[in-house]
């Protein structure tokens, strides 16, 4: 819940930021709104999603774990959660999941570019997917592994982000793990989900990366469920 506060406040803010700039740029004079008014508007803007920013990221603990993935990252600071359910074996639904490409994930490209813009070509990564190859397998040639693989039920991968320039402390570090869990229900349905976890190496890292998350987590959560209904729709095909 505090999560999801401050990435409200941060967008919360930059909309008002937003508004005030247009009334310092361009006061609509119907409205009797003045430039100083305008600042005024920007300011609360800008305190709004420092605020958002500066809330703090506790450290959760897995006290009783179930998954592979509480078994890797037990403590995180961040994560987000999805799930839907879909008509298929538990097999069927994680072949699915290794075998989805970019193309078959709505708004993909579009989002990725957003959150890594880029004008020519650029290396190979998951946010640099080709459209026609396994997303899973292009994740893991660019910097992913495997941390946990439980046939028929879970497959957890993951990477380690350096925070701060080159030089800088070389362990302040988001380590992060992500997960697809397939768990069996009644009739043929399965319900698949998927946790993403980063948990920062101190404080510092914690802060950095704070930042980053607040602000591309709206586009991270759409890219997550998109990527569910991609499976959902090819493993229901099949």
Same mark, same amino acid.
């Given at each position: 819940?505090?999560? #999801?506060? !401050?990435?409200?406040?941060?967008? %919360?803010? *930059? ?5 005030? $700039?247009?009334? +310092?740029?361009? &006061? ?13 508007? #920007?300011? !609360?803007?800008?305190?709004?999603? %420092?605020? *958002? ?5 506790? $450290?959760?603990? +897995?006290?009783? &774990? ?33 075998? +989805? ?36 397998? +292009? ?100």
């Amino acid at each position: 819940m505090l999560e #999801l506060a !401050a990435v409200t406040l941060v967008y %919360l803010g *930059g909309l008002t930021a937003l508004v005030g $700039l247009a009334g +310092v740029v361009r &006061p609509p004079r119907r409205l009797r709104i003045r430039r100083r008014d305008g600042a005024i508007v #920007l300011g !609360a803007g800008f305190g709004l999603a %420092l605020v *958002g920013f500066a809330l703090p990221a506790p $450290l959760v603990r +897995v006290e009783a &774990p179930r998954t592979r993935l509480d078994a890797v990252m037990p403590a995180y600071h961040f994560h987000e959660v999805h799930a839907l359910r879909v008509h298929a074996s538990p097999a069927r639904v994680l072949e699915a999941v290794r075998a +989805v490409t970019a193309r078959e994930i709505r708004l993909f490209r579009t989002l990725t570019w957003i959150r890594s813009p880029r004008l020519g070509p650029a290396r190979e990564s998951i946010l640099n997917a080709p459209e026609d190859q396994p997303i899973l397998d +292009v994740a893991l040639r660019s910097g992913f592994v495997v941390l946990g693989d439980e046939p028929g039920r879970e497959i957890v991968f993951g990477t380690a982000l350096r925070l701060g320039p080159r030089g800088a402390n070389p362990h302040r570090l988001a380590k992060t793990a992500m997960n697809f869990l397939v768990e069996e229900e009644k009739g043929g349905w399965c319900r698949l989900g998927t946790e993403t976890r980063v948990l920062g190496t101190d404080d510092g890292a914690r802060r950095r990366f704070a930042v980053y998350w607040r602000v591309i987590y709206p586009g991270s959560a759409l890219i997550r469920r998109m990527w569910l209904r991609a499976v959902k729709e090819r493993a229901e095909a099949g």
